[in-house]
């Protein structure tokens, strides 16, 4: 009742200062009159770019590695090192990520100022918490239903397929929409990597620099020239970043209900 009662004057104090802001202009248009009027649409294309990118990358590959270190492994001092280092990668600092993916993405491999670059670095961010949430997911199928596949002659990676991972899908599904969620609203580590400010027009291609709603809102609120102007708009903004996160996690828990009601 605590953790509702402070979501929820996060929530009144957000919408009741952005709703006047709020439209279907506002959602369609893009920004005008040095971002004092017009709408979010770039940077609402922006962001669902960005996520899109970071789900491709972030989410088969900490799946994968998960299955491998949960199902495939020994437990060694390797695999126990692996572990560790996996968990102190969840510690490092968002902005670490962000200059370790404009040496990387954007210098080593030449892919540019991109929402490609800041995709793959919030990838790479993600990474550790895919893994260690999926893994944990992973654990709590009891033993002796893989070991009732293989009785009945499935191989490893069939007893995996068919029984462990539908099993473990909930909490699975649950790890990655935190991640993306978190991933959605950072700033740090695209701030070197290809967002922008002002673009005209919506981003349509992974090579070119784009605007995003948690970097459009941090402007308006604490580096424009007339801050109380935009206001409102930051609020509003604020307040699209928060619907579009509900969204992903609505459509999660849908897919969690289905999935339930088949089992």
């Known amino acids: ?3 509702c009662l402070f979501l929820g004057i996060i929530l009144l ?10 439209s279907w202009d506002f959602i369609s248009q893009s920004p005008g009159d040095r971002m004092t ?4 649409l770039p940077a609402i294309i922006g962001t669902l770019w960005l996520t ?6 972030s989410v088969p590959f900490g799946v994968a590695c998960a299955i491998y270190l949960n199902e495939y492994a020994d437990a060694s001092a390797l695999t ?17 990520y962000g200059l370790f993916g404009l040496a990387l993405f954007v210098q080593a491999l030449r892919l540019g100022t ?11 961010l993600s990474l550790p918490y895919i893994i ?9 199928v009891p033993n002796s239903m893989r070991e009732a596949a293989l009785a009945l002659g499935a191989t490893q990676f069939e007893s995996i397929r068919d029984v462990v991972l539908p099993k473990a899908l909930p909490g699975i599904l649950t790890g990655i929409v935190l991640t993306l969620s978190r991933a959605a609203g950072e700033t740090a580590p695209i701030l070197f990597t290809g967002v922008a400010f002002f673009i005209s027009g919506v981003t349509t291609s992974v090579n070119q620099e784009f605007m995003a709603l948690p970097y459009h809102l941090y402007m308006l609120s604490t580096q424009h020239q007339s ?5 409102p708009l930051a609020y509003a903004t604020a307040a699209v970043l928060i619907l579009l996160v509900f969204l992903l996690n609505t459509l999660v828990f849908y897919i969690r209900y289905r999935h339930r009601s088949l089992d």
């Open 13 to 22: 104090d957000i919408f009741s200062k952005g709703f006047s802001s709020l």
């Open 132 to 140: 260690t949430t999926t893994e944990e997911a992973l654990k709590r």
């Open 37 to 40: 009027a017009g709408g979010i």
């Open 114 to 124: 991109s929402v490609l670059s800041a995709g793959l670095t919030l990838g790479l």
């Open 80 to 96: 126990g090192l692996i572990r560790s280092s996996i968990r102190n990668l969840a510690g490092i600092p968002s902005i670490i």
């Open 1 to 3: 009742m605590l953790v």
């Open 52 to 57: 899109l990118i970071t789900t491709l990358f």
């Open 227 to 231: 801050i109380e102007q935009v206001r």
